[in-house]
């Protein structure tokens, strides 16, 4: 058992992957929890999506991700605008018009067959070609994304409570909500390498969603979401290692069977259903 | 309740006051004010411009014409019916938000500030359940919890946004005593309601349907003709009570008793 256990961490790969793994798990878990309660999933998803072909063009003409990113995300947020403004078309229709058309786009540039080797990782990930430097750079984005949530958590606590009492208490809603997805852009542009543009939203919302089964209490939620995204991330990586599975899908699998435990359990248990009556 | 003869500062006071949004007012001609220790009842129906009051009493907007002078901290307590009850909150959690009203943005709540919010809860009868969910307490609990967290702002001027909804009688009655018990330590506190009754027990009324109608103590000034010129002529005599009831017509379906009523509960959780 031990043997099976260690043998994993003889290779530099496996090695390094856990660690980036940890990484992100920890900071996913922190602000998924954030991303579930203000009900912004389908917009992280869409976050991730829009800021592709950015992330695309960068890795192509070899600028910084970030910055190819943070285009991205201002190109997808011009188009809705003009979709909605100017073509007088419904918000919910801007965005997933949008969103598919700069997804598109970016695929159609990754899967090139002129697109350099490597390209294709934005997409679906590369969880075991995690560099040193990845690992860093992560590092130093989670610790930030980290810094900014201990700052901000208990007025994220009160806005995502009682969005309406916010100004009362001196909270700006509209500053904080776009703090909060400045965060979550920061940490898919630092996920986005390990676990690809296709599931990168699976480790921000999957533990938290399964966090929230089992937790009625926002610190606990926020490490119970961590823990989850560091053991399914582990485990995913031990799947991969011995049954020979892609990293990344082995994570969301992993990710999936947490969250149906973890919703067994809370309805076993009616931690939620007194709430919701 | 209060004395209104009270020589005491003003908590606010409203001259000729119109308010709204984008340069359109949606309340107009108001002219009223608030003494220390006065609890105010607010009818009128709904998108009569309460809701507009509160936001300028809160500072959020600026009246468009006229005066509006507020000087205590204000606070608004919401209807608990349209809180988040699957929140992962405690109630002393919600009583501690209230601090941030005080702190600056870089600043979170320390041990002081829950210390506060700890007593302000004991002061609304929760102290023991600090540590329960806040998704878990019934409606009237909710409700003091709310008001918790007001008090934790150390608001003087407490802005109640239909508190009884959804009350049952008990907790009504817990309400009016937490109410009168507020206003009793210096505080005044504006309540919204739809029922006449209920608004006859307070210090003074503000009937407003798009511009003020009356404001005057309830004796004086809840009678037949504003009660319909506040709801728009929907108002029934209550068969072997006093006064009138009103209903409107968004609020009670076909209940015709004359009261608006507080709906089902709940004080057990």
């Not at chain 2, 709204?20 to 607010?42: A, C, H, M, N, S």
């Not at chain 2, 002061?123 to 806040?134: A, I, K, M, P, T």
Request: aromatic share 6%; with cysteine; hydrophobic share 50%.
């Amino acid at each position: 058992m031990i043997e099976w256990l260690t043998e994993p961490l003889g290779y530099g790969t496996t090695l390094r992957a856990l660690a980036e793994i940890t990484v992100l798990g920890i900071v996913s878990g922190a602000i998924g929890c954030w991303i579930v309660l203000y009900e912004i999933s389908y917009s992280a998803e869409s976050l991730a999506h829009g800021l592709f072909p950015g992330l695309v063009a960068a890795a192509l003409i070899g600028a910084p991700l970030l910055l190819g990113g943070a285009v991205g995300v201002l190109l997808a947020a011009l188009l809705i605008v003009i979709a909605t403004r100017v073509a007088g078309e419904s918000a919910d229709t801007a965005i997933a018009v949008v969103i598919t058309t700069l997804f598109g786009a970016g695929v159609l540039l990754a899967l090139s067959p002129d697109s350099p080797p490597g390209i294709q990782e934005l997409l679906f990930g590369n969880l075991l070609g995690a560099t040193v430097t990845d690992i860093l750079t992560a590092a130093a984005a989670g610790i930030a994304v980290l810094g900014v949530l201990w700052l901000l958590h208990d007025r994220l606590l009160a806005v995502g409570f009682d969005r309406d009492s916010g100004p009362a208490l001196g909270i700006s809603v509209g500053a904080l909500n776009l703090i909060l997805l400045a965060l979550v852009s920061l940490t898919i542009l630092v996920a986005v390498q390990g676990l690809g543009n296709l599931l990168v939203a699976a480790i921000l919302v999957g533990p938290a969603a399964a966090a929230r089964q089992v937790n009625h209490r926002i610190v606990p939620m926020i490490v119970t979401a961590a823990a989850i995204a560091i053991a399914s991330g582990v485990a995913g990586i031990y799947a991969s290692f011995y049954l020979k599975t892609a990293a990344g899908a082995s994570v969301v699998v992993a990710l999936l069977i947490f969250y149906l435990l973890a919703a067994a359990y809370g309805a076993t248990q009616g931690k939620l259903t007194a709430a919701r009556r | 309740m209060s004395d209104t003869t009270s020589n005491d500062p003003l908590f606010a006071e409203a001259a000729d006051m119109a308010a709204g949004y984008d340069g359109r007012p949606v309340l107009t001609d108001v002219t009223f004010d608030v003494k220390p220790g006065e609890t105010i009842g607010i009818l009128g129906p709904n998108g009569g411009g309460k809701t507009t009051l509160f936001r300028c009493l809160l500072g959020q907007i600026e009246p468009l014409i006229g005066t509006l002078v507020v000087n205590a901290t204000s606070a608004t307590v919401p209807q608990s019916d349209r809180s988040r009850l699957d929140y992962p909150v405690t109630c002393l959690d919600v009583a501690t938000m209230g601090a941030l009203a005080r702190l600056p943005w870089w600043r979170r709540p320390g041990r002081a500030d829950r210390a506060k919010a700890g007593k302000a809860l004991e002061l609304v009868g929760l102290g023991e359940r600090s540590g329960d969910s806040f998704g878990e307490l019934s409606g009237g609990q909710r409700q003091r919890a709310l008001i918790a967290r007001a008090l934790t702002a150390e608001a003087q001027l407490l802005l109640l946004d239909e508190p009884y909804t959804g009350l049952d009688t008990a907790s009504t009655a817990l309400l009016d005593q937490l109410i009168a018990d507020l206003a009793a330590d210096g505080r005044s506190v504006l309540i919204t309601t739809h029922d006449v009754d209920q608004a006859r027990q307070w210090d003074r009324v503000l009937c407003l349907n798009g511009s003020q109608v009356i404001f005057g103590e309830p004796a004086d000034v809840l009678d037949r003709e504003v009660l319909e010129a506040t709801y728009g002529g929907q108002i029934i005599a209550i068969p072997g009570e006093p006064g009138y009831g009103v209903l409107p017509a968004d609020h009670c379906g076909d209940d015709h008793d004359g009261h608006v009523h507080h709906g089902h509960t709940d004080e057990t959780p």
